[in-house]
């Protein structure tokens, strides 16, 4: 079992029944090194988000990346807004995950390719957690010049980008985006969890 503790993580988040401290770890900072990522830890990431489940096995997901000072970076560097702009300067590697609508086996469209997509990158960031790095998903990108500029297909939908790095002190940011560089609560499971039909309360919560 994953045992890191975490003392930024320690102080805000608590969990009401037991779990992976893993799932509590992982968090979306703003502060990265800048430094660059060797290959061997970033396709772990990627490896990771492989074997992710997905409806048919479809694994529709796709993954574009660019690494800092790389070819592609300004490409999706220059995507971005210019909040996300302000603090991905530092980051170590971009990645745009594009999700395929349609099933391989009949050319149907899925129901649930997003959901699918969405578990990959959660088992990227999870893995990302166990390797000392982090990640932050943004959808404050340009979706129309994402698809055109980066040749996505049509029958693939552009999901979100990630920026992946090392994590560097809350101090290297702006004062306004230090105010928001810790990690954040959840909804209470009895917000959440229902029991037979939506609505129904839960006696347990
Ligand atoms: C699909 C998606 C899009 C997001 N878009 C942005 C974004 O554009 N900019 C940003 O700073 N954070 C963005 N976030 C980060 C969320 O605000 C963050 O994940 C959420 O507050 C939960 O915090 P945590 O990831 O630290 O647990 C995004 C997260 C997800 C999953």
């Known amino acids: ?21 893993l799932i509590l770890n ?13 290959d061997k830890e970033l396709f772990s ?23 800092r000072n790389s070819q592609h970076w300004n490409l999706l560097f220059s995507l971005l807004a210019d909040g996300n702009k302000s603090w991905c300067t530092n980051a170590s590697v971009l990645v ?19 959901f699918d997509a969405g578990a990959a990158w959660e088992n990227l960031a999870l893995q990302a957690v166990t390797q000392g790095l982090v990640t932050h998903a943004m959808q404050g ?11 996505v ?3 693939y939908e552009v999901m979100a980008m990630v920026a992946i790095g ?10 306004e985006l230090q105010k928001h560089e810790a990690p954040n609560d959840r909804k209470p499971l009895s917000e959440i969890i229902m029991e037979g039909k939506f609505g129904n309360k839960v006696g347990l919560l």
């Open 45 to 67: 990431l990627f490896e990771a988000a492989r074997w992710a489940p997905s409806s048919f096995n479809n694994q529709p997901w796709r993954l574009i990346y660019a690494k």
């Open 26 to 38: 992982r968090w979306s900072p703003r502060s990265f090194t800048g430094q660059e990522l060797g």
């Open 96 to 114: 745009v995950i594009v999700s395929k609508k349609t099933f391989d086996y009949n050319g149907k469209p899925s129901i649930t390719h997003q």
């Open 153 to 155: 297909p049509d029958d």
């Open 141 to 151: 990108f340009d979706y129309e010049q994402a698809k055109r500029e980066l040749n």
């Open 1 to 21: 079992m994953y045992t890191t503790s975490n003392l930024d993580v320690e102080k805000t988040r608590k969990a009401a029944f037991e779990i992976n401290p």
């Open 166 to 175: 090392k994590r560097a002190s809350r101090e290297k940011l702006s004062p």
